[in-house]
């Protein structure tokens, strides 16, 4: 395998302080590398892509930030479930961080839903706060599905680094539906919701596959680990199925 994935040295910022699994360790590259390439990536963005470059307009534009809301909201929430789950206070530790991250971190002022909203209204984009969206509640419900149906420890492990893996690709497709004129391209990439997210996923992902590193070591437990994370993987192809489905839908 060519593991060549590596992180640019100005964009190294740490959820919490990391002695053995940083960016440069060869285990952290190596399996940064393989679940990247396991994820098949490009086969889950082909048709959003294609459909978002062939209807790009500010109708478009709404539809993708109402279903995003719905998502961005529920993320927290999930990844909390995933902590309640799991039975061992370290890995509760580890695993909470990606959560209070999302939450603001220190900063109430800096919730990622709260800073999606601001996004969207910087290009006339307005969703109320207490928005309520069924867009996406069915690709929703199915990922809570998979959490609920007795998953191991360890694939707890694994789907939330399914979650995180193609965070970066994620974050640009969701650009690429937001951009529906070229003056949308400069506003939104000085917003902080896209400048967080462009600085901090590297380390979402680096985080994640520190927690398979420290946690996932027997061939038993690697293997419940990729199990879930493989559903979870299933997860974003349904995800941006779905959300090409609103887009060109006539709601």
């Not at 991250?101 to 999606?116: A, N, Q, T």
């Not at 995180?164 to 690709?169: D, G, L, P, Y």
């Not at 927690?211 to 993987?233: A, P, Y």
């Amino acid at each position: 395998m060519n593991a060549n994935f590596s992180i640019d040295s100005s964009t190294r910022k740490y959820l919490i302080p990391e002695e053995v699994y940083d960016f440069d360790h060869p285990d952290v590259v190596y399996w940064t590398q393989y679940y990247l390439e396991r994820s098949n990536r490009k086969s889950i963005f082909d048709e959003i892509d294609f459909t978002l470059n062939n209807l790009r307009s500010i109708e478009t534009a709404k539809k993708v930030s109402i279903a995003w809301y719905e998502f961005t909201r529920y993320v927290p929430g999930f990844i909390s479930k995933a902590v309640v789950l799991t039975t061992d206070p370290e890995r509760q530790h580890h695993l909470i961080q990606i959560a209070y991250d999302e939450l603001g971190g220190r900063d109430k002022d800096y919730i990622h839903s709260k800073l999606f909203l601001d996004a969207v209204s910087e290009i006339g984009i307005d969703i109320p706060e207490n928005h309520i969206s069924s867009s996406m509640t069915r690709v929703l419900s199915e990922l809570d599905s998979v959490m609920d149906n007795n998953i191991s420890q360890y694939g707890i492990v694994g789907l939330l680094l399914s979650f995180e893996i193609i965070a970066e690709e994620n974050v640009e497709m969701l650009f690429n539906g937001l951009c529906y004129n070229d003056k949308c391209n400069d506003i939104l990439s000085k917003s902080k919701f896209f400048q967080i997210h462009r600085e901090d996923e590297s380390e979402h992902i680096r985080h994640s596959i520190a927690n398979f590193l420290r946690f996932c070591g027997s061939d038993e437990q690697k293997f419940l680990f990729e199990k879930s994370f493989d559903e979870g993987i299933l997860f974003w192809n349904d995800f941006w199925s779905r959300m090409k489905s609103v887009v060109i839908s006539d709601i």
